[in-house]
């Protein structure tokens, strides 16, 4: 993949809102021909592994899709690869 992989960001503030995206997030990648990942950012993630999750989505190009909450995400994270930012409720 090149540099200039699309990236997004989808923020959402409730667990059932979060779960649905992922739900569709999953089958839409098993379901694609192009391999994509994505990560997932909420209040059951450790600060150890925010920074790895963050790290992947920066560094890798197969990680495309970050689905954060909006309060265990709003501050503190650099995500400047992404080119679209989503709010999702």
Same mark, same amino acid.
């Given at each position: 993949m090149s540099d200039n992989v699309s990236k997004f960001i989808i923020f959402a503030h409730h667990k059932a809102m979060m779960?649905?995206?992922?739900?569709?997030i999953t089958q839409e990648c098993t379901d694609s021909k192009t391999?994509?990942?994505?990560?997932?950012?909420?209040?059951s993630v /450790?600060?150890?592994?925010r920074i790895n999750l963050v790290n992947r989505f920066q560094n890798n190009n197969a990680v495309r899709i970050a689905l954060l909450s909006i309060t265990a995400a709003s501050t503190g994270?650099?995500? /400047?690869?992404?080119? /679209?930012?989503?709010?999702?409720?």
């Open positions: 779960d649905a995206i992922q739900d569709r391999k994509v990942e994505f990560m997932r950012i909420d209040g /450790t600060s150890e592994e994270l650099t995500l /400047t690869k992404a080119q /679209t930012v989503i709010f999702a409720e």
